[in-house]
Nanobody
């Protein structure tokens, strides 16, 4: 069973920073590409960032490119999303997801496992 546990969400003022973490098992970390998605109230879930298992290739949504950075720490079996210059429109529940290692993708349907989500609220 693949388990993903997010943490690090909270309330921050516009222009501030947060770092989200997604803890996984070692087996998951060694086998899966990882991604972050978000869902705001009344909106569909949207892609945020992706990092591949091999080569650590990254992919970002246009709305966060240059402000967010995804990374993975193999020693801690953890994926991070460093978020800077946060905007009120970044307010959402953020989800960590895992897919079998392969091509970088923005498609949520290609991810097999999801965490429970962590709330990020950016005040203006």
């Amino acid at each position: 069973q693949v388990q993903l546990v997010e943490s690090g969400g909270g309330l921050v003022q516009a222009g501030g920073s947060l770092r989200l973490s997604c803890a996984t098992s070692g087996r998951t970390f060694r086998s899966y590409d990882m991604g972050w998605f978000r869902q705001a109230p009344g909106k569909e879930r949207e892609f945020v960032a992706h990092i591949t298992l091999i080569g650590s290739r990254t992919l970002y949504a246009a709305s966060v490119k240059g402000r967010f950075a995804i990374s993975r720490d193999s020693a801690k079996n953890t994926v991070y999303l460093q978020m800077t210059t946060l905007k009120p429109e970044d307010t959402a529940v953020y989800y960590c997801a895992a897919k079998p290692a392969g091509t970088a993708t923005m498609s949520a349907s290609e991810y097999d496992y999801w965490g429970q989500g962590t709330q990020v609220t950016v005040s203006s």
